[in-house]
């Protein structure tokens, strides 16, 4: 799959040519770390639309993020809404370390997102079986921690540059690929079946199905290292019970050859994309995704 190689700065500025425009929500519900909450809703709004949480990376906001990618033009032309959710704390990093967001229904930035998707479903009429999330960097470590804790919220996530979920769990300090502890970054290591009883003790009991995840990673990332994407796949593929059918590589995989394409299952499920010379984050490719998430 063609990712690109283009830095999120000079991506395709997002936006729609009509009248909508990214706006703030100052109320929306259970906010326990004061996050902030923005949200795109276009003009043409589907009946019962699917909606979508955007995650930005360290360093990053919600209007950064609104910009850096070209999800806005998709969510004119298929008419689903997207949550920008936006955090000021630990460098603009998600605390994907805070036991409150690594349970269910606990508390920390992940029961914050949770309100900013209720607040959306009731208030357009949205599709509770559509929900998604994705993010870059501290975005895709988080994405993971919403698709872990939050099993029931939602469809399925895609994650670019980001960590299984629970591998920064009881980190010090601040949960970031600069901070002291870097455990995590460098490739910590678990079995298939030890990552997914992380994911099993976020919501003890819980029985139905499981998000589907899209992994996508750079063999170039010197920040959070290539085998946290590999721990990823060892992760939900043992939490959705999967085995690896088939890798496609160079020009085997469509639209380019930078990509090797790793598949479980028949590859609706979860599927990993990890990019010779991509570095720290690999860049999202918005049509893959929308794709992977069923909204194309």
Known sequence: MRFG????????TAGSALGASLQQVSSFGDNPSSIQMYIYVPDKVATNPAVIVALHPCGGSSTQWYSGTKLPSYADTQGFIIIYPGTTKYMNCWDVNNAGSLTHGGSGDALGIISMVNYTLEKYGGDRSRVFVFGASSGA??????????????????????????????????????GSNQTCAQGLQHTPEEWAQFVVNAYPGYTGKRPRMQVIHGMADALVRPQCGYEQLKQWSA??????????????VPEGSQYTEIVYGDGSQLVGYFGQGVGHFAPPNESVMLKFFGLL
Do not use: I
């Open 5 to 12: 190689v283009t830095a999120v700065g000079l991506l395709a």
């Open 141 to 178: 470590m988080m994405t993971n921690v919403m698709a872990g804790s939050y099993p029931d919220v939602f469809e399925a996530g895609a994650a670019y540059s980001g960590t299984a979920f629970a591998c920064f769990a009881g980190s010090l300090g601040e949960p970031t690929p600069f």
């Open 239 to 252: 939490v959705l019970g999967l085995t690896n059918t088939k890798n496609n590589t160079g020009a085997s």
